[in-house]
């Protein structure tokens, strides 16, 4: 479908969509299990398209087992759901478009379409007068060495579509290593961008959610720390003077309203104590960084989704506790649970609560999402001396 087809889908008149109604979810992972658990309580039901048998939000709710660009797959989630939603962009848009035309899709596929392309997204960005990293599109290794020279390196040349948890990806350091990014990302038959590599202090994110009656609500900022390009902890309240948390979510309001967002929009940010604030990514759904949410705030990332989508009012997103999230890969999964499944005295000792958040993933690879930690303290550094007691994720 061309990008005139696929951003002139206009959406139907917004609903309000009742508990009892059933949602469908595109995607049948660990978000779209928290989403159904949350939803759940409300008294919604939950049916996903996954093709993965007994997916994780499969365990706890209805799953139809088949590809994501299975037209009459995609029908049949339409025929059972009275509202759809997706829990991760990398749906196929064709699919949500054609269901914005046969059910009741909110969120509508333009953001869908424009968040899986980072050129197409960054311009969004723009457009909504934020602030992005300078960017190129390449498209030859003869441009990528001009632009190159001209970002100076570090810098960042990223595949256009298909990249998440650093996939799709070079860090070009020096000269020596532009030949070998063109040749390895080049394969990839999607359009290159080439990013100037900002300095930062710290990694940013913030939740925001949107109603189709226009409210809006923000979480509060989380400090991200990453790992080998996946997300290892979200402290929360970052450690960033209150303006620039409060700029934070500026942002992302700004950025929920001129994108037309329905339900949820997570914003990647950089800050530089030095240059301020720029927008790195946009992820329109419930996101790792939000997983703090479900136990120190009064309204879960998950909930609020489901109030969006389905024009409820949005619940009270105000922080209860510090708290800090840490990601369980497949590597930390055992000794995790096998920590948590005794009495912690370091726990006791400190008075924090870790809070673990299973997904029921069968197979742990090393690097895999299985689960994650929310640890409940005093104070975010309460929570971090935890984590680094327990020497289940030293680095």
Same mark, same amino acid.
């Given at each position: ?8 889908? /206009?959406?139907?008149e ?22 159904? +658990? ?8 939950? =049916?996903?398209?996954?093709?993965t048998?007994?997916?994780?939000c499969?365990?706890?709710?209805? &799953? ?5 660009? !299975?037209?009459k ?6 025929s059972?759901? !009275?509202?759809?939603?997706y829990?991760?962009e ?46 190129a599109?390449?498209?030859?290794? &003869? ?6 020279a ?20 070079? /860090? ?44 809006i ?9 990453? /790992? ?7 402290? =929360? ?12 979510e500026? +942002? ?11 339900? +949820? ?27 703090y949410?479900m ?32 990601n ?13 499944? &005794? ?17 029921g ?11 994650? /930690?929310? =640890? ?20």
């Amino acid at each position: 479908m061309s990008g005139d087809a696929m951003t002139s889908n /206009v959406r139907t008149e917004p609903r309000t969509i009742l508990p009892g109604a059933t949602i469908g979810v595109l995607g049948g992972g660990q978000l779209g299990r928290m989403m159904a +658990l949350a939803g759940s309580a409300m008294g919604y039901r939950f =049916v996903a398209l996954d093709p993965t048998p007994d997916a994780p939000c499969g365990q706890v709710a209805g &799953q139809i087992v088949a590809a994501y660009d !299975d037209v009459k797959a995609a029908r049949e989630l339409a025929s059972r759901a !009275d509202v759809i939603t997706y829990e991760f962009e990398n749906v196929d848009a064709r699919v949500a478009a054609m269901l914005m035309a046969e059910s009741y899709v909110p969120q509508g596929s333009e953001l869908l379409y424009t968040t899986q392309h980072r050129l197409r997204e960054k311009r969004a960005i723009e457009a909504a007068g934020v602030r992005v990293a300078p960017y190129a599109e390449i498209r030859s290794l &003869q441009e990528l060495q001009e632009v190159a020279a001209r970002f100076g390196f570090p810098c960042v040349l990223k595949t256009a579509t298909g990249g998440y948890d650093g996939k799709g990806q070079w /860090v070009i350091r020096g000269e020596a290593e532009i030949e070998p990014a063109w040749g390895a990302l080049g394969e990839a038959k999607t359009e290159l961008v080439l990013e100037q590599f900002i300095r930062f202090d710290k990694e940013l994110s913030v939740i925001a959610a949107r109603s189709p009656r226009g409210e809006i609500r923000t979480f509060p900022t989380a400090e991200n720390v990453h /790992v080998d390009n996946i997300l290892h902890l979200s402290i =929360v309240p970052a450690r960033v003077p209150q303006s620039v948390q409060r700029e934070a979510e500026e +942002l992302a309001v700004r950025i929920a309203e001129g994108l037309n967002v329905i339900g +949820l929009i997570a914003v990647e940010m950089f800050w530089s104590a030095e240059h301020g604030l720029y927008v790195n990514e946009l992820a329109p759904r419930p996101h790792n960084s939000g997983h703090y949410t479900m136990d120190a705030c009064r309204t879960s990332q998950f909930e609020q989704h489901v109030r969006a989508i389905c024009n409820l009012p949005l619940g009270d997103p105000g922080l209860l506790t510090p708290v800090v999230m840490v990601n369980v890969l497949g590597k930390h999964l055992e000794p995790v649970v096998a920590r948590l499944s &005794q009495p912690d005295e370091a726990a006791a000792k400190r008075n924090v609560k870790p809070s673990l958040h299973l997904y029921g993933k069968r197979e742990a690879a090393p690097k895999r999402k299985m689960g994650h /930690v929310n =640890v409940l303290a005093s104070s975010v550094e309460d929570a971090l001396a935890w984590i680094d007691e327990t020497n289940i994720w030293k680095v």
